[in-house]
């Protein structure tokens, strides 16, 4: 089994920035891709941005430019900065990760989400 701890929620004005966190921990042998995914109520979850275990990077196109997500594989950990946040960034974020507990047996995880709110 695997733990997915994330951190940096909040309430934000428009213009600003946060950082999210996402730690696994658990079972794990390797972790291959691990994303942040958003919903805002009404709307279906959708991808924000993903990384795979070799530092390649997938944003949607309404943050490319604005977010930028990194990752730590020594410590697990998965990492969004959002800069220049606006209105209609307000979701709960939550992080996903592919992770392989052998080399023949892996499976996908979910965190809670922070919830993400840009108001003035």
């Known amino acids: 089994q695997v733990q997915l701890v994330e951190s940096g929620g909040g309430l934000v004005q428009p213009g600003g920035s946060l950082r999210l966190s996402c730690a696994a921990s658990?079972?794990?042998?390797?972790?291959?891709?691990m994303g942040w995914y958003r919903q805002a109520p009404g709307k279906e979850r959708e991808l924000v941005a993903a990384?795979?275990?070799?530092?390649?990077?997938n944003y949607a196109d309404s943050v490319k430019g604005r977010f930028t997500i990194s990752r730590d594989n020594a410590k697990n950990t998965v990492y969004l900065q959002m800069n220049s946040l606006k209105p209609e960034n307000t979701a709960v974020y939550s992080c996903?990760?592919?992770?392989?507990?052998?080399?023949?047996?892996?499976?996908?995880?979910w965190g809670q989400g922070p919830q993400v709110t840009v108001s003035s």
């Open positions: 990384i795979t275990s070799g530092g390649s990077t």
């Open positions: 996903n990760a592919y992770v392989r507990h052998t080399i023949v047996v892996a499976s996908d995880y």
């Open positions: 658990g079972s794990i042998f390797s972790i291959n891709a």
